[in-house]
Structures are given as C-alpha cells and as structure tokens.
C-alpha cells in the first residue's frame, strides 16, 4: 500500500477520516491524497476553464485551496508526503476517477450516517462510493481519532470469488497485526448447518497461510443485523466484508449490505470490490 485517497468537505467527518489515513500512511510508508470536490454548474465549469472566470467562483475555489494548505499543516500530518488536489466534478465520480487514475491503493472516508427517507431517496456519497470502487475503501465514523485494530470481523460466504479480495484484506490486516474473525452469517434465508458452514469456511482457509485467526458461524434475523451483532458481542474494532458492487434495479430490490452497514454501524467499515 503507497497511495491513500482522502476526499474532504473540510467537516469533522472527513476531519476523522484524514487522521486515520494519517495512522495507515505512517504504518506502510504511504503518500496521502487530499481531494477536495466543488461541484459547479455548466457555466461556472466555463469559466474556471476559460481565459476569464467569475469573481465569485473564482474566490470560492481559492478559498478551498487556502483550506486545504491548512489541511495540509495539521500536527498530525507531519513527515507524510501530502499531495492536495481541486477537482470540479460530482463528488462520488470524482473520487472514484481520480482513484483509477492515480493508482490509489486504499480510500479512506467519513460518513455522515443516514437513515429514514433520505436513505431511501438520496444516499450519501461516501455509499456511492462503497458500491462502485474498485479500490479498498475504508469508512471512518465521526470522532474516530485513532484506529486501533486487535479484532477484525471479516464477514463473508467464503465462496471461491472471495479468495482475491480476500488477500487484499489480509495485507491491511496484517498493516495491524490484528486477529481476524471470519464469520459466517446464518440466517432463515440462507441456513445452513452447522456442519457445512465449518466445512466451507475450512476449505476457504486451506488456501491460506492464516496464523492469528478464529472461525464463527453466527445466527441473526438478517445478515447486517448478525453482522452488527457479532462484532459488538466481541467487541470488533473493524468489520471487513466484499462488495458486488450492484447497480440499477438489483441494487434498489436486493440493497447492499456494505452499504447498509456503511450507514448504521458504529464501527469502522472497510470494504473490497469482488
């Protein structure tokens, strides 16, 4: 890992956000990328481009900048090569351009949290995110100053396409040296016994040189449910899952249960694209 993505509103989310990628850069020796979004109308787009630009664009543009530099000179920052970067485009499509041009290896985000009727209609950008990155993404709640991993629930089916994102969380796992759950959710919608549960979880780890590790087969109503009640049973500092990425009308029948926990956990969130 060499290339961490912050993007940042300059909020106390995106504030949590920067000093965990902080924590992560010192550990693996990383560059952090400091984006900052300004979505603007067709006109204004015009004009930042143009030979001329409009006096009220054009100060608001500098005052991100000024922002960022005060970004860039937090105590918390110090000996970690920043690079900080305007882009004027819809927030989710931004960074998620900016990640595939620029190599990024992890994106780490604040979220909000949303719930109700602004869930169903609108999202969140850091959501948006989660669901089409092909990159690593890492979700920091409000407040978070510090990120200690000791355990690590991974929660999965263990099926055979999880074997590649699957070695991309055992890098970051390793980033901690922190004892990783891997969990199996059983619910009435999809149970399974006991003894086929551990069989596929066994065959899913033979492939593995897994040292600091633990098994589980966790019974819940649904899967965020048992996935949020098992890492607080624990007490998890990190929940870890794979994303499919659904787009569309699958999306909106089936949900996302990244998504979903990305919205109502407590807990950090990270995520990796199947």
Same mark, same amino acid.
């Given at each position: 890992?060499?290339?961490?993505?912050?993007?940042?509103?300059?909020?106390?989310? !995106?504030?949590?956000?920067?000093?965990?990628? !902080?924590?992560?850069?010192?550990?693996?020796?990383?560059?952090?990328?400091?984006?900052?979004m300004?979505?603007?109308?067709?006109?204004?787009?015009?004009?930042?481009?143009?030979?001329?630009?409009?006096?009220?664009?054009?100060?608001?543009?500098?005052?991100?900048?000024?922002?960022?530099?005060?970004?860039? @000179?937090?105590?918390?920052?110090?000996?970690?090569?920043?690079?900080?970067?305007?882009?004027?485009?819809?927030?989710?499509?931004?960074?998620?351009?900016?990640?595939?041009?620029? @190599?990024?290896?992890?994106?780490v985000?604040?979220?909000?949290?949303?719930?109700?009727?602004?869930?169903?209609?609108?999202?969140?950008?850091?959501?948006?995110?989660?669901?089409?990155s092909?990159?690593?993404v890492?979700?920091?709640?409000?407040?978070?100053?510090?990120?200690?991993?000791?355990?690590?629930?991974?929660?999965?089916?263990?099926s055979?396409?999880?074997?590649k994102?699957?070695?991309?969380?055992?890098?970051?796992?390793?980033?901690?040296?922190?004892?990783?759950?891997?969990?199996?959710?059983?619910?009435?919608?999809?149970?399974?016994?006991?003894?086929?549960? @551990?069989?596929?979880?066994?065959?899913?780890t033979?492939?593995?040189?897994?040292?600091?590790?633990?098994?589980?087969?966790?019974?819940?109503?649904?899967?965020?449910?048992?996935?949020?009640?098992?890492?607080?049973?624990?007490?998890?500092?990190?929940?870890?899952?794979?994303?499919?990425?659904?787009?569309?009308?699958?999306?909106?029948?089936?949900?996302?249960?990244?998504?979903?926990?990305?919205?109502?956990?407590?807990?950090?969130?990270?995520?990796?694209?199947?």
């Open positions: 890992m060499k290339r961490i993505l912050v993007p940042t509103d300059f909020s106390s989310h !995106a504030e949590s956000a920067l000093k965990i990628a !902080a924590q992560i850069a010192k550990k693996s020796n990383s560059e952090i990328f400091l984006l900052h300004i979505e603007v109308p067709s006109q204004m787009n015009d004009a930042i481009t143009g030979a001329t630009g409009i006096p009220e664009t054009m100060l608001f543009i500098q005052k991100a900048k000024e922002t960022l530099q005060k970004s860039k @000179e937090k105590e918390y920052l110090k000996d970690i090569q920043i690079t900080e970067q305007i882009s004027f485009e819809r927030a989710h499509e931004g960074i998620l351009s900016f990640s595939t041009k620029n @190599e990024i290896d992890l994106i985000m604040g979220s909000h949290g949303i719930s109700g009727i602004e869930e169903i209609l609108i999202g969140s950008n850091t959501e948006k995110v989660v669901r089409l092909d990159t690593p890492l979700v920091i709640k409000k407040n978070t100053s510090e990120l200690k991993v000791e355990n690590f629930v991974f929660a999965s089916d263990f055979e396409e999880i074997k994102p699957f070695k991309k969380m055992l890098e970051f796992a390793k980033l901690f040296d922190a004892k990783l759950h891997l969990t199996m959710i059983c619910t009435p919608n999809s149970f399974k016994t006991t003894a086929l549960s @551990e069989q596929i979880i066994s065959d899913f033979t492939a593995f040189d897994l040292k600091n590790y633990a098994t589980h087969i966790y019974n819940d109503t649904n899967i965020e449910k048992g996935i949020i009640n098992f890492s607080n049973k624990i007490n998890a500092d990190l929940i870890g899952l794979c994303t499919h990425g659904r787009t569309g009308m699958a999306h909106f029948f089936t949900g996302s249960i990244s998504e979903d926990l990305v919205n109502h956990a407590a807990k950090p969130v990270i995520t990796f694209k199947i």
